[in-house]
């Protein structure tokens, strides 16, 4: 036609610390919608792109749960996070915003996973093997988070306290990979 592609094309700079996530005109999210990382890209008319923040986040979260031998257990926990590819389009097609994560998955899903893995084991078990059990709670966690378009950076379990009682051990897992 003798226009230079760059005129057929928009151009849109991705900041760093983000992802772009390419819409329809209609605001559509498609399943194999494009992501685009930080620098400047070029896409179709057709299509806008929306920043995603992808920075590292961080909520600390807590549960009483009981153990298979029926003691309460009150963990008090960190998350470091952030949102893979596929997170930010789930984020942008749910209509969330990156504040709203916590709330809305990373807290109730980190939840359930220790309530559930709380009650395979007798309160002991918990307490004498506490490597043990951090490193399977912070892989089924992110296992159920990875489900999101979530990836764990850090798990931190700093206070094992069981109920009504004031021995606190502190305790800390840097490393999921």
Not at 58 to 80: M, S
Not at 126 to 153: H, P, R, S, T, Y
Request: glycine share 6%; hydrophobic share 35%.
């Amino acid at each position: 036609i003798g226009y230079p592609v760059d005129t057929l094309l928009h151009r849109h700079k991705v900041e760093e610390g983000h992802v772009g996530v390419a819409r329809s005109w209609f605001g559509r999210i498609y399943d194999d919608a494009k992501v685009y990382q930080p620098g400047i890209r070029f896409s179709p008319p057709w299509e806008i792109i929306t920043d995603i923040p992808t920075k590292e986040q961080k909520t600390p979260g807590d549960i009483k749960a009981v153990t298979k031998d029926k003691k309460n257990l009150y963990l008090e926990y960190t998350i470091n996070y952030n949102l893979a590819d596929e997170g930010a389009k789930i984020l942008l097609k749910e209509g969330l915003k990156l504040k709203e994560l916590a709330p809305v998955w990373v807290i109730p899903t980190s939840r359930e996973v220790l309530k559930e893995l709380i009650s395979r084991y007798n309160h002991t078990e918990i307490l004498n093997n506490q490597n043990d059990f951090v490193q399977i709670a912070q892989k089924e966690i992110g296992k159920a988070l990875e489900e999101k378009g979530i990836k764990i950076k850090k798990f931190t379990l700093p206070y094992f306290q069981p109920q009504g009682r004031g021995n606190e051990i502190f305790l800390q897992i840097d490393t999921l990979n």
